[in-house]
């Protein structure tokens, strides 16, 4: 199916509203992507295209045109309409896609040694949500889980933060601490053992001699206010990330960045990467 969008009519109300409607995402289960590396890593991972948004005047690249061939249907779109709904800072992306989203269960992120996953407890700025979905794809843990009224990974500046590893993640969200009861209770009957670790400017354990080669959970906090209690007294260790200079904590997702690196530095040492 081809369409036009030539004015601001209710199909680019509706568009509009993907990017920046929470709501609206879910209740229609379609979310945006911009740009040719997030498309690309989306499609090679089997997310379904539903529709793609072009402006009218370009001239298109055979990719996508291959791309356009996948989806449901097409869209042209006036050039300053599209331009606007585009996320590029200079000049308009070649075009962007619509996908279908992905439930969002804990059952889909696996627990498993030297591995960890990642719960950002209640964050508010999908960008660090999107860099640490990033880090925990790079330096090898096993998936990310947010934790209570937190921000959407489907939120366009989430899915161009993670530069397509949202794609290639496990990811879910949870309303507390206690949802995490049954899934832990899965992994010790697997005769795994999980170790939830907060992480504190005070804590307990220097990050380098906690043993990352056990199933972990990293627990990190709320970008203004750090873990809530609930989170820190369901935690097992308290680990710190020891710093010199003035500052007295690191940014949510550097945090998160250096834990994750020394998990794997410590895998490396060991051979078991």
């Given amino acids: 199916m081809n369409r036009k969008i030539m004015s601001r009519n209710a199909g680019f109300q509706e568009l509009e509203a993907l990017l920046t409607n929470r709501s609206k995402r ?3 289960g379609l979310f945006v992507v911009h740009g040719v590396r997030p498309m690309r890593m989306a499609l090679d991972a089997g997310w379904e295209l539903n529709s793609v948004y072009h402006d009218v005047d370009s001239h298109l ?7 356009m061939r996948e989806a449901h249907s097409t869209t042209a779109v006036r050039s300053d309409l599209f331009a606007e709904l585009s996320e590029k800072e200079s000049g308009s992306a070649e075009l962007f896609g619509v996908f279908v989203v992905r439930g969002l269960g804990l059952e889909q992120v696996p627990l498993k040694p030297a591995s960890p996953v990642v719960v950002f407890d209640r964050p508010t700025q999908p960008g660090n949500l999107g860099a640490i979905v990033r880090s925990v794809d790079a330096l090898g843990g096993a998936g990310v889980v947010t934790s209570g009224h937190a921000a959407d990974f489907y939120d366009p500046k989430c899915v161009r933060a993670s530069t397509g590893s949202l794609f290639t993640l496990p990811f879910a969200s949870v309303e ?3 949802a995490l009861d049954p899934w832990l209770g899965a992994a010790q009957d697997a005769g795994l053992s999980p170790v939830l670790v ?7 354990v220097d990050l380098w001699d906690f043993d990352f080669a056990q199933p972990s959970v990293v627990l990190i906090g709320n970008e ?3 873990l809530s209690r609930a989170w820190r007294d369901k935690a097992d260790v308290c680990v710190r990330v020891p710093m010199t200079g003035a500052a007295s904590s690191l940014n949510a997702a550097n945090a998160a960045t250096v834990v994750l690196y020394e998990s794997r530095r410590q895998r490396l040492t060991r051979g078991s990467d």
């Fill in 26 to 28: 879910f209740r229609r």
């Fill in 61 to 67: 690249s055979s990719w996508a045109q291959g791309v």
């Fill in 176 to 178: 507390g601490p206690s």
């Fill in 198 to 204: 907060s992480t504190d400017e005070d804590g307990d």
């Fill in 224 to 226: 203004t206010k750090g």
